[in-house]
């Protein structure tokens, strides 16, 4: 088979691989939208799964194959081989079994910080964390063996900010901290201070403004939703974006505000 014959398959299998990708996101938005609480560990053998499935193709040998045959024609297509490369080697470093407890876990503690974030008790979750921090070392440290990084924090950083270091990270936030620290003196030091908003702001009230909010913002509802959380989020893509916020019924700019900048992600 030529290159581009590699090239469309490696596209046809990618295609169904994000695919799958965006059902294990909507099981996530899902978990943490309408999920009932006792579905917890159900949902979390239910992430273990599908990520099983989604590292095994990533991982898949034929990847490897058709990224060594593969040709593009056109700019677009050679940044597609060059990500779905370096992802594929990336993945590659990382044990199936590692990957598996990683989404089990980060399941079933959701439900447990919400629950902590609800009484204001940090020791309920603290023992989910410190089972997270061992697990995201370890997927660290077999990136660092693979190539990828000088250390698990920079390993794990790549992943989102390719290139970028926890030392370039420093640096750039040094640079910043003495203005932004002024600035703030500033603004606690003015003259006018605007009286606190105080009042009940009832939920549905809040959420019909944002509704409102997110149309002045162009949020297409033929395409999206609106749901509450915990915490706000976006997810999914293309033509299926979904959007949380949260109500505080003392504080209705924390409702605002959430869902103008979640609409900014899903726009």
């Keep these: 088979r030529g290159p581009m014959n590699a090239f469309t398959d490696l596209m046809a299998f ?5 695919a799958l990708g965006e059902i294990a996101g909507r099981l996530g938005w899902d978990q943490e939208t309408m999920m009932p609480r006792g579905a917890a560990l159900q949902r979390g053998d239910e992430m273990a799964a599908i990520e099983g499935v989604l590292h095994a193709r990533r991982t ?5 194959e058709w990224l060594a045959q593969a040709r593009a024609d056109d700019a677009a297509g050679q940044r597609a081989l060059a990500l779905i490369g370096r992802a594929y080697q990336r993945n590659a470093c990382i044990p199936a079994r590692l990957v598996s407890e990683i989404a089990r876990t980060t399941s079933v503690a959701q439900g447990i910080w919400a629950e902590a974030r609800a009484r204001n008790d940090v020791a309920h979750f603290l023992p989910s964390l410190r089972q997270i921090i061992a697990l995201k070392r370890e997927q660290g440290q077999a990136l660092v063996a693979g190539g990828f990084g000088r250390d698990a924090y920079d390993a794990l950083l790549d992943e989102f900010e390719p290139g970028m270091t926890a030392a370039q990270l420093d640096a750039l936030f040094g640079r910043m901290r003495p203005r932004l ?42 395409r999206g939703r609106l749901d509450l959380a915990v915490h706000p989020f976006s997810s999914g ?3 299926d974006v979904r959007i ?24």
């Design 14 to 18: 990618q295609r169904d691989t994000e």
């Design 237 to 239: 893509s293309g033509q």
């Design 60 to 64: 898949d040998p034929r990847v490897g």
């Design 181 to 222: 620290v002024a600035l703030r003196e500033a603004v606690l030091g003015a003259r006018f201070q605007p009286a606190p908003l105080c009042g009940h702001f009832p939920r549905e009230q809040q959420l019909a403004l944002a509704r409102e909010l997110a149309d002045a913002f162009g949020y297409d509802w033929a």
């Design 244 to 267: 949380t916020t949260r109500v505080v019924e003392a504080e209705p700019f924390n409702c605002f505000y959430s869902t103008i900048h979640e609409v900014g992600h899903a726009a």
